[in-house]
């Protein structure tokens, strides 16, 4: 079982450094979706939301060639040396990110919609710039959104398994985590050992899901109190 640490250390280390990037990256995009009038607004919500339904491979395999050698996108990084981020953990984690979004988005933006305008207009008439407004007023009420989509954005990139098989190549020491490696022990017949990682992501999500019942229904009280 030693010899599995270092793979839940980088399944662990690429869902926690994925879901600070989302929730950072993520909540200024989910306040302008929840706030913005704009006409094209559902347009960029659906460009966010397209992870959800396409196929993991799909999506990993515009990464790999986005990222490769031969992308125009990574011409400004290979004048510095860096000729790809395919097979990197720099690549898994851009790859998380993007496949992870509108796990981190939808739950912020849900948050940010469910704020009165009411409290922000108060906030204003009390000489609150937009800023103060939305550090002091917006982002407090919104705090269950942002456990949500942490919670969410940390649990759905533990058990990625296209994307980062794609994008990385599960690369022993480098980008190998639970969910290719769990293939891996299946291919080999080592049962063992699947079932040992297996039972970890079971648990793991069953407290996902528990968590995030168990925080619904006390937002949900706080609501009826108030």
Do not use: C
Not at 20 to 46: C, D, F, K, M, Q
Not at 128 to 143: C, H, Y
Not at 150 to 165: K, N, Q, R, W
Request: charged share 10%.
């Amino acid at each position: 079982m030693s010899g599995l640490l270092p793979i839940l250390w980088l399944t662990v280390k690429l869902a926690a450094v994925t879901t600070l990037i989302l929730l950072v990256v993520g909540t200024p995009l989910a306040w302008w979706l929840a706030r913005s009038r704009a006409w094209w607004r559902e347009a960029v919500g659906a460009v966010v939301a397209l992870p959800v339904v396409l196929p993991p491979t799909v999506l990993g395999f515009y990464l790999l060639i986005a990222l490769g050698p031969e992308s125009p996108l990574m011409a400004p990084l290979q004048a510095l040396g860096v000729r790809t981020l395919a097979f990197t953990f720099t690549g898994l984690v851009i790859g998380s990110v993007v496949y992870s979004l509108p796990f981190a988005v939808q739950p912020l933006r849900n948050a940010f919609r469910a704020i009165g305008q009411q409290n922000l207009d108060a906030a204003a008439t009390l000489g609150a710039t937009g800023w103060a407004t939305f550090v002091r007023v917006a982002l407090p009420l919104a705090a269950p959104g942002y456990v949500t989509a942490a919670v969410l954005s940390f649990a759905h990139t533990i058990g990625e398994f296209g994307v980062v098989l794609m994008i990385g190549g599960g690369i022993p020491g480098r980008t190998d985590v639970v969910s290719i490696e769990i293939f891996r022990l299946v291919e080999a017949l080592e049962w063992d050992k699947a079932h040992a990682l297996a039972a970890i992501l079971v648990a793991f999500g069953f407290a996902v899901i528990l968590s995030l019942l168990l925080l619904d229904r006390r937002v949900s009280r706080a609501a009826a109190d108030e």
